[in-house]
């Protein structure tokens, strides 16, 4: 069965720095992705990243990047330069074989709040 | 539009009575998915569906739930008699692949049930 752990129920972070954002997951599959979704206050899920778990590089997209450690089954938000619209509810989630190519199996969220 | 929509945003019912959820996926998309999202917790998988085929019901807490998609596009979850324990937030999704790990989900801003 797949897992999603989230350790960080809120976190804070100064305008302008970075904060990385805390996942790791159990699963036997060797073939799986990993996403991170933002929500807002607004309610809808927002795709940030993905990493498959056999490519070669950490992820980026932008001001997002994904510190992927597969030996240690972590799958860590790098958000740089943090901005006051950054703040919000911050989802991991997984995709593998076991689990169905069409279900996601989410973490429990991260609140994040960007101080001015 | 441009996005999936879901309706109504909000409902109040009270205990024991039936209610409708509507989600309007994002035009040629053939996956769409549901989702309910408790306080405080992650997204917990209900039910999917794929074009034509037989939907994934997998995720549905109790035979009081039930969704149709009709005509490959709007899909409809019903809550019968409903209970405290139903509220929750309930989140459409929709996708153009249907599968494949890197499958990335586009969400519609939900609609928030409160059981009275």
């Known amino acids: 069965a797949q897992k999603i752990t989230q350790t960080q129920p809120g976190m804070f972070v100064q305008e302008k720095e970075a904060v990385t954002l805390d996942c790791t997951y159990d699963?036997?599959?060797?073939?799986?992705?990993l996403f991170w979704y933002k929500q807002p206050s607004s309610g809808e899920m927002i795709f940030l990243i993905y990493?498959?778990?056999?490519?070669?590089q950490n992820a980026t997209e932008g001001r997002y990047s994904l510190n992927f450690q597969k030996a240690r089954k972590s799958a860590n938000l790098v958000i740089s330069a943090s901005q006051l619209g950054d703040s919000a509810m911050y989802f991991c989630?997984?995709?593998?074989?076991?689990?169905?190519?069409?279900?996601?199996?989410f973490g429990s969220g991260t609140q994040l709040t960007v101080l001015p | 539009g441009a996005g999936v929509s879901q309706s109504p945003s909000n409902k109040v019912t009270e205990k024991g009575k039936d209610v409708e959820l509507r989600c309007d996926p994002i035009?040629?998309?053939?996956?769409l998915y549901w989702y309910r999202q408790s306080l405080g917790q992650g997204l917990e998988f209900l039910i999917y569906?794929?074009?034509?085929?037989?939907?994934?019901k997998s995720g549905l807490p109790s035979d009081r739930f039930s969704a149709e998609r009709t005509g490959g596009s709007v899909s409809t979850l019903t809550i019968q008699r409903t209970q405290q324990e139903d509220s929750a937030v309930y989140l459409c999704?929709?996708?153009?692949?249907?599968?494949?790990?890197?499958?990335?989900?586009?969400f519609g801003s939900g609609t928030q049930l409160s059981v009275l």
């Open positions: 990493q498959g778990s056999y490519d070669q």
């Open positions: 999704a929709s996708s153009s692949q249907g599968s494949g790990l890197n499958e990335k989900l586009f």
């Open positions: 569906f794929q074009g034509n085929s037989a939907p994934d």
């Open positions: 699963t036997s599959d060797p073939s799986y992705g």
């Open positions: 035009s040629g998309h053939t996956a």
């Open positions: 989630a997984m995709r593998g074989p076991s689990g169905s190519a069409r279900q996601l199996t």
